[in-house]
């Protein structure tokens, strides 16, 4: 995949665990909880419909109560290798009045030695876009879940 560096925000990284272990990470709810968002905030409730038009739904709260859902869409997948999912679209392609950032997301888990190569892309539909969420945090917040994630996996 050719990444346009205007419009996409890559986060890659070598995990210890192999892709089924990561892809479980991905699409198991009680999984998913454990280390979806960097702490001290957390996942509190997650729905994944393992389907194209399947719903991708997590609920974020902070240390102070702070509440933030986030409701999607899958659009693909390939069981242990890719997972694509947005918030511009609900469940079965139903589309969002508001989106959250208004991006798609494509995270791969490719076989590395006994390990996996892991990337995830946020891909958006502007220029604007892209820098507001990279502003966010996009790095340092999807890259603190990553770690969560290495974390998890490695004692799986």
């Known amino acids: 995949m050719l990444l ?3 419009l996409d925000l890559e986060l ?3 995990f210890t665990a192999p892709p ?4 479980r990470c991905w699409t198991e709810p009680e999984l998913i909880c454990q280390w979806f968002c960097p702490k001290p905030w957390q996942v509190t409730e997650a729905v994944i419909d393992l389907r194209a038009g399947g719903r991708f739904y997590t609920l974020m709260r902070g240390p102070e109560g702070e509440s933030m859902p986030n409701e999607g869409s899958l659009l693909d997948l390939e069981p242990g290798r890719k997972l ?3 918030d511009l679209f609900k469940a079965d392609f139903a589309p969002v009045a508001a989106p959250g950032l208004g991006f798609a997301a494509i995270v791969t888990m490719d076989p590395q030695g006994t390990g996996t ?3 995830a892309v946020a891909r958006h ?7 507001t969420h990279r502003k966010m945090g996009f790095h340092e917040g999807w890259g603190a879940a990553a770690d969560q994630l290495e974390d998890l ?3 799986m």
């Open 125 to 131: 539909r502007s220029a604007d876009e892209a820098e």
């Open 117 to 119: 190569l892991y990337r």
């Open 4 to 6: 346009n560096p205007e």
């Open 84 to 86: 694509v999912f947005t």
């Open 12 to 14: 890659t990284r070598s």
């Open 20 to 23: 089924v272990v990561i892809w």
């Open 153 to 155: 996996s490695k004692g």
